[in-house]
């Protein structure tokens, strides 16, 4: 940078720092002048050429830790060490947070299913019903208690039984839940489940034709504690035809677990009660070094928090780079599961960043206000307008943007399920991009966004540079404007709550 740029930028600075100091005498209604100054100075001095030298550090900690960064891996121990070791050096309150994954499941003896009362009927596995994997161990005889179930089924799948905590409203703790296949996950049941006191859950399947026989399918989810089932269509239903049906659930199963990290970042100034999440993920796939997937991300957000070390925020800025996500989500998960409620309540928002430089890229903004009445529903309260902020940002540019699900294939997912506004740029994955989309932002149609998606090929050579640059751009703007002005994020309910988003690589419902 030329000396007299600096200079300049130097005496932006002061002014804006001026202005702002001291913080609380600034009305809101003078935060959004404030906060364009500072989105302003953020997007001049975050560079490509920046970002690019941190995903060069990432590829070569990759190349010299066997080809990957996964969790658990000491290519991922050193991709912590790297972020942390920056953050630190720039003032920022760094602090790891312990996270555990499954690294493996056994089932050591068969398990059992009984009905006790009012008749005493054995069933047998895998005709009548299969241990679900990720299953907890656990020997409960309990009442049952059916969960809105649709009997007889529909004549297409659509039966939506334990996908809302409202179905659960009268449930006696103790009991065990016996809920119908259909429409939401499986580990979202059984979530809603375990929160309503439930010591044990018997899925059973729908009854359509091609959904009457149990299948072994792993729930994802291994901390519940309890038995998890998964019977035929003619098994439950013959359990919900009788009240106080009294069944015998038996499961022994043995779970590893493995270790690894998230990483969290605070700025020293800003207000704890109104804090600003910015987030990626740092692991990659085992396969390859995940250098668009996701370094893209970790790198644009990693300098942006370094750029920003000496603004003088109104609301406190929280850089999280997720461990184990390509393993579901794991670290956060269980960062904002482990969360008070309190705690939760001072998170305003989320902002998430996973794969921004995809080389046949396409703009993609979360949908947070469900306009494209696609897939999932609109995000919480206040997603709208942190899609509408990024798409401010494109607009001015003159560069064009489309929207994309909330289909919890990211960290966004555990945010909004417990209320939180989100929002984030998607670069596009496996998917084949299409011929609108090469009207817009040029590139192949019929070719996947990223070709290299979970691969080997996943090298510094898989990004696309302008993609890099714009996008690290854009999450600029937004961080330094939500630093300062959160005035157009509406307030929400303390016990605010929205849908469970908790995806796992092997997802069914």
């Known amino acids: 940078m030329r000396l007299n740029m600096r200079r300049s930028m130097l005496r932006t600075l002061a002014v ?3 202005i702002t100091l001291p913080l609380a005498a600034v009305p809101p209604a003078n935060a959004s002048p404030v906060s364009d100054v500072f989105s302003k100075i953020l997007m001049k001095t975050v560079k490509g050429s920046n970002v690019k030298k941190h995903l060069d550090a990432l590829q070569a900690i990759a190349t010299a830790n066997g080809g990957n960064r996964a969790a658990g891996t000491p290519g991922y121990d050193a991709s912590v060490d790297y972020v942390a070791g920056k953050l630190r050096k720039a003032g920022y309150k760094v602090s790891t947070t312990d996270v555990e994954f499954p690294t493996g499941w056994e089932e050591l003896s068969p398990a059992v299913l009984q009905q006790t009362a009012p008749t005493q009927t054995t069933y047998t596995s895998p005709g009548d019903f299969v241990t679900v994997v990720s299953s907890g161990s656990g020997d409960v005889t309990a009442e049952i208690q059916v969960v809105d179930p649709v009997l007889p089924p529909p004549p297409t799948p659509g039966s939506t039984a334990g996908c809302e905590a409202a179905d659960f409203a009268g449930f006696v703790p103790g009991r065990i839940a016996l809920i119908q296949r259909g429409t939401c996950p499986f580990v979202q049941k059984a979530d809603n489940a375990k ?34 089932v998964f019977t035929s269509f003619a098994v439950g239903s013959d359990l919900a035809d009788t009240p106080g049906t009294v069944v015998h659930v038996k499961t022994d199963t043995k779970i590893e677990l493995g270790k690894t990290r998230n990483v969290i970042a605070e700025t020293r100034f800003g207000d704890r009660d109104d804090v600003v999440m910015v987030g990626a993920h740092l692991d990659s796939v085992p396969e390859g070094p995940g250098i668009n997937d996701n370094g893209s991300g970790t790198a644009a957000i990693l300098e942006v928090a370094l750029q920003m070390k000496h603004f003088p925020v109104r609301n406190k800025v929280r ?30 928002l989320y902002l998430n960043f996973d794969m921004i430089a995809s080389p046949n890229y396409a703009y993609k903004l979360y949908d947070g206000d469900n306009s494209d009445n696609v897939g999932s529903p609109a995000g919480p309260p206040g997603s709208a307008q942190i899609e509408q902020r990024l798409a401010k940002f494109f607009d001015s540019r003159k560069l064009g943007h489309v929207g994309t699900d909330f289909d919890g294939r990211s960290d966004y997912g555990p945010f909004i399920a417990v209320g939180i506004p989100s929002g984030g740029i998607f670069t596009g994955a496996e998917q084949l991009k299409t011929a609108a989309e090469v009207a817009i932002f ?23 540079a302008t993609a890099l640059d714009r996008n690290s751009d854009a999450i600029a703007d937004a961080t330094a404007a939500y630093a300062f002005d959160l005035s157009t994020i509406p307030a929400r309910s303390t016990a605010a709550t929205t849908r469970s988003l908790q995806p796992t690589p092997h997802d069914v419902s």
């Open 16 to 18: 804006a720092t001026a």
């Open 319 to 348: 850089f999280a780079f997720w461990g184990a996500e390509e393993l579901g989500l794991v670290g956060s998960n269980q960062y904002v599961a482990e969360l008070p409620p309190a705690e939760r309540d001072r998170i305003k």
């Open 442 to 464: 040029g590139g192949q149609a019929g070719v996947a966004y990223d070709v290299c998606y979970h691969q080997a090929c996943d090298t510094i050579g898989n990004v696309n």
């Open 195 to 228: 929160a309503a006191g439930a010591a044990a859950v018997i899925f059973f399947n729908e009854g359509q034709p091609g959904r009457t026989d149990p299948f072994v399918f792993d729930i994802g989810e291994w901390r519940y504690g309890f038995p998890v």
